[in-house]
């Protein structure tokens, strides 16, 4: 795995050879941090595969996502077009856009070590992605303990109850009054829906609470082209898409 300056070095490197460039001013030969941040928010390239204290850790697949998606601009396509082209490719498809040499896909190490100094032991190493694991995956087993074996206290023979006098019934103005029941547990509000974000020409994005398929996308950008004259013409887009 690679830190973000790692895997931007092993972009560059990539497209050093076989890249004719941006097709114009506006669009980077070579992605930057934030460029690589925003393309993990819209879902041009996946999140970090893991996380070493603060420092987010990327792979294999991240390289041929990026550099697919340099190749591709350089043909003059649009983020929106190259997003339903590589949302959920496969790896053989990336490797195929991407042409990545070999030798910039060997990681080099076995898994990264903790940070330096950091609060993390070496046992701990990465943590793993939940978010990615298969659903019914068994989750890592808890070590069990063994219940420590307590000795039966020895029960004293007991004494023959002495007669106590009877005592009278209590009034009710003795009695203390009793509190309300409380409920046995309070009503947990249900979480809202993830968003999926929609990129759009000009900086827009749209967020759903689905996920939309490729056919969604292209009627979405459609029906979307009205507003985005407006946003336009009033100065409310930018051209973040383009980075």
């Known amino acids: 795995m690679w830190t973000l300056d790692e ?4 972009v560059s490197a990539a497209l050093t050879a076989e890249y004719s ?4 001013g506006r669009v980077r030969d070579v992605p930057d941090r934030r460029a690589v941040r925003w393309y993990a928010t819209t879902g041009l390239v996946d ?4 996380m070493r ?3 987010a850790l990327y792979e294999k697949r991240h390289l041929l996502q990026l550099v697919a998606v340099k190749r591709l601009q350089s043909e003059g396509r649009t983020l929106a077009d190259i997003q339903l082209e590589l949302t959920g490719a496969t790896e053989a498809t990336l490797t195929a856009i991407a042409r990545v040499p070999a030798h910039l896909l060997d990681s080099g190490d076995a ?3 903790p940070d330096v100094g950091g609060s993390a032991s070496a046992a701990e190493g990465v943590r793993p992605r939940f978010w990615a694991a298969p659903a019914g995956a068994p989750t890592l087993a808890q070590p069990t ?3 420590p074996t307590l000795a039966q206290p020895t029960l004293a023979q007991p004494t023959p109850a002495q007669p106590t006098p009877a005592q ?4 009710a103005a003795d009695t203390p009054a009793r509190a309300p029941a409380l409920p046995s547990s309070a009503a947990v509000p249900a979480l809202p829906p993830l968003l999926t974000g929609v990129p759009l020409p000009g900086g ?3 967020l759903l609470p689905a996920t939309p398929t490729e056919a969604d996308r292209a009627d979405i950008a459609a029906a979307a082209q009205p507003l985005l004259d407006l946003l336009a013409a009033r100065g409310l887009l930018t051209e973040r898409d383009q980075s």
Do not use: E, I, K
């Not at 895997?7 to 092993?10: A, E, H, P, V």
């Not at 460039?21 to 114009?24: D, I, K, T």
């Not at 999140?47 to 893991?50: I, K």
């Open 7 to 10: 895997l931007l070095d092993r």
């Open 21 to 24: 460039g941006a097709p114009n």
């Open 47 to 50: 999140r970090p595969s893991a």
């Open 53 to 55: 204290g603060r420092t």
């Open 111 to 113: 898994a990264p070590a």
């Open 145 to 147: 303990l063994a219940q």
């Open 168 to 171: 009278p019934a209590p009034s």
């Open 204 to 206: 827009a994005v749209l």
